[in-house]
Nanobody, 124 residues
Framework: QVQLVESGGGLVQAGGSLRLSCAAS????????MGWFRQAPGKEREFVAA????????MYADAVEGSFTISRDKVKNTVNLNVSSLKPEDTAVYYC?????????????????WGQGTQVTVSS
């Protein structure tokens, strides 16, 4: 049974930071691209960042480039997302996802496994 479990969300003031974590279990995700998506109320789920298992290849959405950082611990089977310089428009449920691919897809439909999400709320 493959499971992705997110944690680390919460309420933070604008300009603040959080560290989101995704713990993967059920298999070794060393050959998977691990991604983060977010979905705000009334909006579609959107790509945030992803890490390919090939080398140190990462990709970010333009809106978070420079303020969010994705990292992976292959021993612990976790992927983290450090989010900083948060803005109210970053408020959303953040989801962890995985797909067995070295190519990083931006489309949510390409990912096979999903976590339940963790809420991030940024107050102004």
């Amino acid at each position: 049974q493959v499971q992705l479990v997110e944690s680390g969300g919460g309420l933070v003031q604008a300009g603040g930071s959080l560290r989101l974590s995704c713990a993967a279990s059920g298999r070794t995700f060393s050959s998977y691209t691990m991604g983060w998506f977010r979905q705000a109320p009334g909006k579609e789920r959107e790509f945030v960042a992803a890490d390919s298992w090939i080398g140190s290849s990462t990709m970010y959405a333009d809106a978070v480039e420079g303020s969010f950082t994705i990292s992976r611990d292959k021993v612990k089977n976790t992927v983290n997302l450090n989010v900083s310089s948060l803005k109210p428009e970053d408020t959303a449920v953040y989801y962890c996802a995985a797909v067995r691919s070295y190519v990083i897809p931006r489309s949510s439909s390409a990912y096979d496994y999903w976590g339940q999400g963790t809420q991030v709320t940024v107050s102004s």
